[in-house]
C-alpha cells in the first residue's frame, strides 16, 4: 500500500510513504535531520516552484546535492483537486480487489515497464533514488542543469562532448569502456543506452546480481564525475571506476542471501582479474565486442581517434 498526492493537504512530506519503497525521511536521513520543516504536509513545502525547507545549519556540498534530488522529486508532484488517497499497489486501477490479490500471488502482478521495477533491484534506498531520477532525465547532467541556470561549459568530464545523461551513463568513451567489462563478465551486450539496462529490472529475481552490478557502474560513474568536477580530482583512467564497484560490491555483500553470494563472488573474483591486468592502448585494428564503431575525441593538444571499448583512456583534464 502506498499514498497517492492528489491535493497534497493530507500526506506528511517527510515521514509518510509516498515516493519510492519508503518515507523520504528515510531516504534522505541525513537531510531530514536537519530539516526545521517536518510533520508537515506537502502542499504546505511545495508549491509547484518552490520547496520551503530550512535547515539548522549549512550544508556541505554532499548535501547540496541530495537537496538537488530531493527538488527533482518534488517537481514530479502534479496536484489534482482530488483528495489524496491510498492506493493499491498491485493492481493498474490502483483499487484493492480480491483478483488483484489472486493474481499477485498467482502471477507476480503485472508491472509497468522499467521503473517500477527499479525499487526491486538489491541496493541501498539511497541507489533507488539515483537510478529513479536517471530513469526520469532528472540527473543534473550540464544540459539539464542548464535548463535551471546559465552553464558555461556543457562538455562532458571524461571526454569532452557535450554531457547529457545518455552520453555520461551510456556514450562516453569511458563509460563504453567500463560496460565492456560488465559485458564481458555476463556474456550480455548491454550499456548501449538506457534501455539495454533496464530491460533486466523487470526479471530481477534471475538477473539480481547483474542488475546490483549494472547500477553500481552507472552510480560510480556519477560519483567520479561529480568528483572531478567539484573536487578537482584527477583522471587516472577507468580502472579507478571499476577498483570503487569492487569496494561497493564488497560492502553490500550483506544485502545478499547465501545462494547468491557464490555468483557475487564470481563477478568480483573477475573484476579483481581485469584490474591486475596491466593497462594497454588498443591498436586501431581492435573492435569492441559490442559496436565496431570508433569514437573521435578533440582535446586541446590535438585530435585521438578512440575505439568505443578502449580500456585506457590516460589522458589528463585541463
Known amino acids: 500500500m502506498s499514498l497517492k498526492v492528489g491535493n497534497g493537504k493530507t500526506i506528511i512530506f517527510w515521514e509518510d510513504h509516498w515516493f519510492g519503497n519508503c518515507s523520504l525521511a528515510i531516504q534522505f536521513w541525513d537531510l ?55 492506493i493499491w499497489a498491485f493492481d493498474g486501477s490502483s483499487k484493492f ?35 529513479w531520477l ?26 569532452d562532448e557535450p554531457e547529457s545523461v545518455h552520453h555520461l551513463f551510456f556514450e562516453c568513451v569511458v563509460a563504453k569502456a567500463c560496460w565492456a567489462y ?3 563478465i555476463f556474456h550480455i551486450g548491454f550499456g548501449n543506452d538506457f534501455e539495454s539496462v533496464a530491460r533486466w529490472w523487470v526479471s530481477n529475481t534471475r538477473h539480481k546480481i547483474m542488475n546490483c552490478c549494472s547500477s553500481v557502474l552507472m552510480w560510480c560513474l556519477w560519483k567520479t564525475r561529480n568528483e572531478l568536477c567539484f573536487q578537482g580530482k584527477a583522471w587516472l583512467g577507468e580502472k579507478l571506476i571499476i577498483r570503487r564497484m ?18 557475487l563472488n564470481q563477478v568480483l573474483v573477475s573484476l579483481n582479474v581485469k584490474l591486475n591486468q596491466p593497462l594497454s592502448l588498443l591498436g586501431p585494428s581492435w573492435v569492441s565486442p559490442l559496436q565496431s564503431t570508433s569514437m573521435v575525441t578533440s582535446r586541446p593538444f590535438g585530435t585521438v581517434s578512440w575505439k568505443t571499448g578502449l580500456y585506457n583512456c590516460n589522458w589528463r583534464r585541463r
Not at 569492487?246 to 555468483?263: E, H, T, Y
Request: with cysteine; aromatic share 8%.
Open 246 to 263: 569492487v569496494n561497493m560490491l564488497q560492502n553490500w555483500r550483506i544485502l545478499f542471501s547465501d545462494g547468491d553470494l557464490d555468483s
Open 97 to 131: 480487489s480480491v483478483q488483484a490479490v489472486c493474481k499477485t500471488i498467482s502471477f507476480r502482478g503485472v508491472q509497468p515497464a522499467f521503473t517500477p521495477s527499479i525499487w526491486d533491484i538489491i541496493v541501498p534506498p539511497r541507489i533507488h533514488i539515483f537510478l
Open 182 to 184: 560488465l559485458a564481458d
Open 32 to 86: 531530514y535531520v536537519l530539516a526545521e520543516q517536518t510533520n508537515r504536509c506537502i502542499a504546505e513545502l511545495w508549491d509547484g516552484e518552490n520547496l520551503s525547507i530550512s535547515f539548522k545549519r549549512r550544508v556541505s556540498p554532499r548535501l547540496m546535492r541530495m537537496w538537488l534530488d530531493l527538488v527533482s522529486i518534488a517537481e514530479s508532484i502534479s496536484y489534482s483537486d482530488d483528495c489524496d488517497a491510498i
Open 134 to 159: 536517471l530513469a526520469n532525465n532528472k540527473i543534473l547532467t550540464r544540459d539539464n542543469l542548464a535548463k535551471r541556470r546559465n552553464v558555461e561549459n556543457m562538455n562532458c568530464l571524461f571526454c
